[in-house]
């Protein structure tokens, strides 16, 4: 079965404080994988497209990167209108083009 | 554009009550998607639509849930009898092609949150 799985499920961060976000997955071969950023009481709003092993996406203050079996979510030196919880999706190569979300990492930067 | 946009915003039912939740996804989008969002289980699909075709509707939770697309500007999730249990915020997302190699992506709307008392 298709599963995402992100840890840790909350963060809190100093401002100015690097951390990172895990995303593992399982899926029968990866179409791709995805990062949203969701602002409470918003729906989510899409951050990067990962393809393959190796590959990096990068925008301001977040790099995103993809292995085999993970994907890191890297925030440098985040501010507090970074705040948001960050979901990870997958979509399978194999059967229909569904999206498959993890329950999401609530991050919380402090000034 | 606008976006995608879902009606109502907030719904509060009684238990046993009907309730339809409305999405126009963006003009143009052939995918129109059906998820709900608790916090034990986050995002959940329920059903997505191809050019106004039911694809895969294998996270309908029950035969209480059903999901019709009219035509490419309109679909609906009905929920009847509604149970305490489908209280959460349904979001409904269109993209415009289904294929992640051609770099699409999903737009959400803002999401109805539902209430069942």
């Known amino acids: 079965e298709d599963q995402v799985t992100q840890s840790p499920e909350a963060l809190r961060l100093q401002e100015g404080e690097s951390s990172s976000l895990n995303c593992s997955y399982t899926v029968s071969g990866l179409r791709g994988l995805f990062w949203y950023r969701q602002d409470p009481g918003k729906g989510p709003e899409f951050l990067f497209t990962?393809?393959?092993a190796g590959e990096e996406k990068e925008k301001e203050r977040l790099k995103a990167t993809l292995t085999k079996k993970e994907s890191f979510l890297h925030i440098t030196a985040p501010k507090p209108e970074d705040s948001a919880t960050y979901l990870c999706a997958v979509q399978a190569m194999v059967g229909t083009y569904k999206y498959i979300f993890g329950t999401g990492t609530r991050l919380k930067v402090l000034a | 554009d606008a976006g995608v946009i879902q009606s109502p915003r907030h719904e509060v039912t009684e238990m046993g009550q009907e309730v339809t939740l409305r999405c126009k996804p963006i003009?143009?989008?052939?995918?129109l998607f059906w998820y709900r969002q608790t916090m034990m289980r986050g995002l959940e699909l329920l059903i997505y639509?191809?050019?106004?075709?039911?694809?895969?509707d294998s996270g309908m939770p029950e035969d209480r849930f059903s999901a019709k697309m009219p035509n490419a500007s309109f679909s609906t999730l009905k929920i009847q009898p509604s149970e305490p249990r489908d209280s959460a915020v349904y979001f409904c997302?269109?993209?415009?092609?289904?294929?992640?190699?051609?770099?699409?992506?999903?737009?959400f709307g803002s999401g109805t949150q539902l209430s069942v008392l």
């Open positions: 990962l393809y393959s």
């Open positions: 003009s143009g989008h052939d995918y």
């Open positions: 997302a269109s993209s415009s092609s289904g294929h992640a190699a051609t770099n699409e992506k999903l737009f």
């Open positions: 639509f191809n050019n106004n075709v039911p694809i895969d």
